[in-house]
Nanobody, 120 residues
């Protein structure tokens, strides 16, 4: 399984950005995680295979929105009202057991990450 995250970049605080995760196909739950410099990787959002189960970290709830298009094998993370503390490398990961949990260790396959920088 291969995952390719893309769409990161530099944006001003208050702005928006949409990042994407393209998978190589198959049935997976997908999670987004992020890692800021000097910090541990943390959960951001997850979506089940059908899209019927979605979860968010409290820090992004109401600002970020996860969605997926299974016909395109792509999962999206729409990020609005961005804050400097959202600056991180964002990673997507796939769980073949379809759990869509907040737990990093539940995800078996990982993409390479896309960098998001929010300037103040």
């Amino acid at each position: 399984v291969q995952l390719q995250a893309s769409g990161g970049g530099l944006v001003q605080a208050g702005g928006s950005l949409r990042i994407s995760c393209a998978t190589s196909g198959g049935r997976y739950a997908v999670g987004w995680f992020r890692q800021a410099p000097g910090k541990e990787r943390e959960f951001v959002s997850a979506i089940s295979w059908t899209g019927g189960r979605i979860s968010y970290a409290d820090s992004v709830k109401g600002r970020f929105s996860i969605s997926r298009d299974n016909a395109k094998n792509t999962v999206y993370l729409q990020m609005n009202s961005l804050k400097p503390e959202d600056t991180a490398v964002y990673y997507c990961a796939a769980d073949p057991d379809l759990r869509a949990t907040m737990t990093l260790d539940d995800y078996e396959y990982w993409g390479q990450g896309t960098e998001v920088t929010v300037s103040s």
